[in-house]
Nanobody, 121 residues
Framework: QVQLVESGGGLVQPGGSLRLSCAAS????????MGWYRQAPGKERELVAA???????VYADSVKGRFTMSRDNAKKTVYLQMNSLKPEDTAVYYC???????????????WGQGTQVTVSS
């Protein structure tokens, strides 16, 4: 079994910062791309940022310059540092990973349970 466990969400004032973490565990042979997605009420889930196992990153235009994604391969953990938060960043943030399990010849997509981020004064 593979699990992705997120932490670090919460309530923050506009202009504030939060750091999200996502740790993968289980029978993992290797992890390919990992990403953060978010879904606001009434909206579709959207990509926020993604990082390859070599450290290359991509960001949504709406978060460029404010969010930074990083990865610790030894800990099977990714982080999302969110600065200069805006009310429009309010959403449930989900961790995603494309993972090869031991004994399986192909990779599957896995999702965390989500963590709420609320930006409000």
């Amino acid at each position: 079994q593979v699990q992705l466990v997120e932490s670090g969400g919460g309530l923050v004032q506009p202009g504030g910062s939060l750091r999200l973490s996502c740790a993968a565990s289980g029978s993992i042979f290797s992890i390919n791309v990992m990403g953060w997605y978010r879904q606001a009420p009434g909206k579709e889930r959207e990509l926020v940022a993604a990082i390859t196992n070599s450290g290359s990153t991509v960001y949504a235009d709406s978060v460029k310059g404010r969010f930074t994604m990083s990865r610790d391969n030894a800990k099977k953990t990714v982080y999302l540092q969110m600065n200069s938060l805006k009310p429009e960043d309010t959403a449930v943030y989900y961790c995603h990973a494309n993972i090869h399990k031991y004994g399986i010849g192909y990779a599957n997509d896995y999702w965390g349970q989500g963590t709420q981020v609320t930006v409000s004064s």
